[in-house]
């Protein structure tokens, strides 16, 4: 039993099980999938899946609105980034490209000093990093939204759960600017209810078991990717 399944196994004990959303672009169930493909048995992460766990959480991102528009735009930036940088470097070392992990990414563009300390470079590093962040964002805020109400019997509004997401997630590498528009996409926000259906669900205890389920495999690639960055001291690239 690897690290992985073992993981895997401890996530899937006795969840509920995750349903196709006929007629919308978001399916958690394709995202849990990806998120599971892209572990590696070595504690390594494999950058398509990853990717495709990205195309998914875009998806995610495009159905709260116009205004969400702000970050996907940015996030899709990144991952078409990571992809062209694949394509171009997928000259095959050893039978397998330099872009097939996170690991094997960082080692190669350390190697050929395509990652800069003191200023921004479109280096696959670099990019990932701000990728990393986002997905913290991510996981904060469904880790909100799988939460029940507070001791008054309030349930916070995603709005609120986005904007303290962000502001432990993003915010402390953002500028002033950047923060300001933040706090603006935030109050756009749907309701709590249109959460619920993105999830395929009608009540907030039928969404809490199936967001655990999202918000442990979302921790496990995130715990991964965070280990393999600060083995290399690149968890502050510029």
């Known amino acids: 039993f690897n690290w992985v399944s073992e993981k895997w196994a401890e996530l899937h004990g006795d969840t509920p099980l995750v349903k196709d959303c006929p007629g919308q672009s978001f399916q958690a169930r394709r995202l849990l999938q990806y998120l599971k493909s ?3 048995d070595d ?37 078409t980034l990571i992809r062209e940088l694949s ?17 094997s990414m960082v080692e190669a563009e350390l190697k050929a000093g395509v990652v ?9 590093c670099r990019t990932l990093l701000r990728l990393h962040r986002s997905l913290l964002w991510l996981k904060l805020m469904l880790e909100g939204l799988s939460e029940g109400a507070d001791g008054e019997g309030r349930l916070k509004t995603p709005g609120e759960l986005s904007r303290d997401a962000y502001r432990a997630a993003l915010a402390p590498h953002h500028s002033w600017m950047l923060r300001q528009a933040a706090e603006i996409v935030f109050l756009a926000l749907p309701e709590r209810d249109y959460f619920l259906k993105l999830v395929c669900v009608q009540t907030q205890q039928e969404a809490t078991p199936i967001l655990r389920i999202i918000i442990q495999a979302l921790t496990l690639v995130h715990t991964q990717t965070q280990r393999i960055l600060a083995e290399h001291e690149l968890l502050e690239l510029p």
Request: net charge positive; hydrophobic share 35%; aromatic share 12%.
């Open 38 to 40: 892209s572990l590696d």
């Open 43 to 79: 504690g390594d992460i494999l950058l398509e899946t990853y990717l495709l766990s990205w195309d998914q959480l875009l998806n995610f991102m495009e159905s709260l609105g116009t205004m969400v528009g702000f970050f996907s735009q940015k996030v899709r930036e990144k991952i």
């Open 87 to 103: 394509l171009k470097h997928g000259a095959k070392a050893h039978g397998k490209s330099a872009y097939r992990s996170v690991r």
């Open 116 to 124: 800069n300390f003191s200023y921004r470079t479109d280096s696959g």
